[in-house]
């Protein structure tokens, strides 16, 4: 006879309903301890397929999430030792002097001194304006091939109008990195390059130059795809971003 169909477990388990599965022997007590188990289990990931062992960090709701480890030592550097600073920069455009007319807390006169202190900063140019380089192209004839030839301008992709370093720069903007998100539009990408660098260009023009990048850099994406599919170990990446509203992740 079955008896685990009369059993009912939960939070609202009284003494009298533990009493009588105790009674029902040995199998109706595995069965009700089982079933609480389960119970837990479902409280603490939610409901049954929606979390598994494989869902990344980033999916699992935070209500979901079990409390974080309390941290076994205090971050950070060890008491005594050195701090790190920003080095020095071994040489420098310009020098300016500054002196107070007055003592800045009492308004009175000051006896000059000779001591000095540096302190150095450094900073973008106010008037940062991009450079404009006239190419001459000279073409010259190959009587071996029967036509002309030139020379070839290696500051800028072929059919560019904008130089590789803002390609490169324009390229990185809109990206997720490991360092941080950035994950510009390609609306933002060309507000910052017109005010910012002073640099204007179009949406259209961005995706223009940035299919001629791809180009560029096909072979190389295929030989790193090659030598993924065939390596003995592949690491996970947990980084979300947002995509068409939904978050993804690898």
Known sequence: MNTTRDISVGPNLTNEEAERIWSLGKAAVIFALLEQAKMLRELQVGMPGDVTSATPSSGVPTS????????????????????????????????????????????????RCSETRERFVEDIPEDLQPTVTRHVIRRDWCSACQKHVEGRVTEA??????????????????????QGALGNTLAQVASVLDHHLRMTISETGLLAMWHRLADVLWDWYEQIRA???????LHGDESGWRVNGKTDWL
Do not use: I, Y
């Not at 992709?157 to 390229?171: I, R, T, W």
């Not at 030598?227 to 170990?233: H, M, N, Q």
């Open 64 to 111: 979901q999430k079990l409390p974080p480890k309390s941290r076994p030592k205090k971050p950070g550097k060890k008491s005594g030792q050195p701090g790190r600073l920003r080095p020095t920069p071994p040489e420098f455009d310009d020098t300016q002097e500054h002196r107070a007319a007055c003592c800045p807390d009492c308004g009175g006169p000051l006896n």
């Open 157 to 178: 992709l072929p059919g560019s109008q904008l130089g590789n370093c803002m390609l490169v720069l324009s390229a990185w903007m809109p990206r997720v990195t490991s």
């Open 227 to 233: 030598e993924a599919l065939t390596a003995g170990v």
